[in-house]
């Protein structure tokens, strides 16, 4: 049972377009959410990141807002450029009972193509 | 020189063989993981290592067997694998255990024949 989806496999948007990536998760006990990228080749890169204290982070092109009631986030990245085309994953994390956060579950990912 | 080092990048081998997979982590981290990543399935962690202690095994075949001499290295020691093990295999590192991301290196491609 996945407890962090990512339902659409693909996205395709034209460069200076907005892409908008979600992410929906079934485990209320999530407290943390990162969003990686990845290009062929190569690992994941962090990208950005919430804790579930707030609904909104910002860095740049790109913000994730979080939605708690709904179990549900996205990436917004405006304006999208070429660059940005890439696999995205979705992971989420929660506290163990020693207080510990590892273990990140992560979403099967969103290839993301942004037409020049 | 990037943070997280794997190698090597691509391995096949039979499933007689034995072989590792090494990690190593210039970013004075202080946990480090490996994740295995097989088609059209989600990154999938097997074991995390803070402090050079083992702190989450997630029902891992024994077949694959974890060692971390120390916090800037980790092994992953393969005998005996199958040909469903072939996948990417990730390591990664992390400082602390509190909501701090993970930098990952570049993966073990492995092709069990």
């Known amino acids: 049972d996945q407890q962090v989806k990512q339902n659409s496999p693909s996205l395709s948007v034209q460069e200076g377009r907005i892409s908008i990536l979600n992410c929906d998760y079934t485990?209320?006990?999530?407290?943390?959410f990162l969003w990686y990228k990845k290009y062929p080749a190569e690992g994941p890169t962090f990208l950005i990141s919430?804790?579930?204290?707030?609904d909104k982070n910002e860095d740049g092109r790109f913000t994730v807002f979080l939605n708690k009631s709904a179990k549900h986030l996205s990436l917004h990245i405006v304006p999208s450029q070429p660059g940005d085309s890439a696999v995205y994953f979705c992971?989420?994390?929660?506290?163990?009972?020693?207080?510990?956060?590892?273990?990140?579950?992560f979403g099967k990912g969103t290839l993301l193509t942004v037409n020049p | 020189e990037t943070g997280v080092t794997q190698t090597p990048r691509h391995l096949v081998m039979g499933m007689t063989n034995k072989k590792s997979l090494k990690c190593e982590q210039h970013?004075?981290?202080?946990?480090m993981y490996w994740y295995k990543q097989s088609a059209k399935k989600p990154l999938e962690l097997m074991f995390v290592?803070?402090?050079?202690?083992?702190?989450e095994n997630n029902s891992v075949p024994s077949r694959f067997s974890p060692e971390c001499p120390n916090s800037s290295h980790l092994f992953l020691h393969l005998h005996t694998l199958q040909p469903e093990d072939s996948a990417l295999y990730l390591c990664?590192?992390?400082?602390?255990?509190?909501?701090?991301?993970?930098?990952f290196g570049q993966g073990t491609r492995l092709t069990v024949v």
């Open positions: 990664a590192s992390s400082q602390g255990s509190q909501n701090t991301e993970a930098f």
């Open positions: 970013l004075g981290h202080n946990a």
């Open positions: 290592y803070s402090l050079e202690e083992r702190v």
């Open positions: 992971a989420a994390s929660a506290h163990d009972s020693g207080g510990s956060n590892y273990k990140l579950t």
């Open positions: 485990n209320s006990m999530f407290d943390y």
């Open positions: 919430i804790s579930s204290i707030k």
